[in-house]
């Protein structure tokens, strides 16, 4: 279903980080807060100047784009002296995440604690340096709207998501730390957990596609999608969501209620038949 525009976020300006191409989450959060009137600045790693293709989205929409490492508080420093120079931010999207061990095939218990540190800098700590720093330069708008991407892999055990689940903990705690000293200033900060989506990040997954199937055939309105997510965050970047914080939204079609399904019951018993 493709969305009209409402005017949910005129007049407001935000910041999204993590869009890389258009199989994105945060791609298309940018591509929805810009139908719905928002300016936008967009930020990545310098690295994604040759992975991705963020230049595109942002002819697209109008925005500016402004490199910077998540993970490096000079790089957003600096950010944020050049944002603040266009005024103050009215919301804020972290779409940012990367297993090392995940993406070597490195099994949980054998973790290479290296590389989990620097899972966890870039996918849960940066929300943490993000926030912060957007504090430090005064560029965050009172009754501002942060919003982080996560994954129910944070409360339950899927074994190939291995790493990643501990950082999405991480990710979900930061939010809620910080989302009782934000609001003070009417500043709102939640993570939404989205379905199994078929991203770059996604692809990483050793099993992604059994992750995806299995979810499709538990939830009751199958996996959402990335344009119903961003649908979804508007919502929450909107003053709609203006007495929402510190909370773990879910976005999955009904998965986190869920036990089993019919369908689910119904392809176990064929492939798992009853000993004669």
């Known amino acids: 279903m493709k969305m009209t525009g409402n005017g949910l976020l005129q007049g407001k300006r935000g910041l999204v980080f993590g869009a890389l191409n258009d199989q994105s989450i945060g791609w298309a959060i940018a591509e929805a807060a810009h139908r719905e009137g928002a300016s936008l600045v967009l930020s990545n790693a310098p690295v994604a100047r040759r992975l991705g293709t963020l230049n595109s989205l942002a002819e697209q929409t109008g925005s500016q784009v402004m490199w910077a490492d998540a993970t490096s508080d000079d790089d957003l420093t600096a950010l944020y002296a050049q944002v603040k120079e266009d005024g103050p931010l009215d919301f804020i999207v972290h779409s940012i995440g990367m297993g090392v061990n995940l993406r070597k095939n490195v099994p949980y218990p054998e973790l290479n604690y290296a590389w989990y540190q620097k899972t966890l800098d870039i996918s849960a700590v940066s929300l943490h340096r993000i926030v912060h720093h957007a504090l430090e330069a005064g560029v965050l708008a009172d009754s501002a709207s942060i919003v982080a991407l996560t994954y129910i892999g944070a409360q339950r055990v899927f074994s190939k998501y291995s790493e990643m689940g501990d950082a999405k903990a991480l990710l979900e705690s930061i939010a809620r ?75 999955d079609g009904g998965f986190s209620a869920m036990g089993i399904s019919d369908e689910v019951v119904e392809g176990l018993a064929k492939a798992f038949p009853p000993e004669q």
């Open 177 to 251: 730390s910080f989302g009782y000293r934000l609001g003070k200033r009417g500043i709102r900060i939640n993570t939404v957990s989205q379905s199994p989506t078929r991203t770059v990040a996604g692809s990483g997954i050793d099993g992604f596609d059994a992750m995806f199937e299995f979810a499709e055939r538990i939830s009751p309105l199958g996996n959402a999608d990335a344009a119903s997510c961003a649908d979804y965050t508007v919502m929450l970047l909107s003053d709609y969501s203006r007495m929402v914080t510190m909370q773990t939204l879910y976005h």
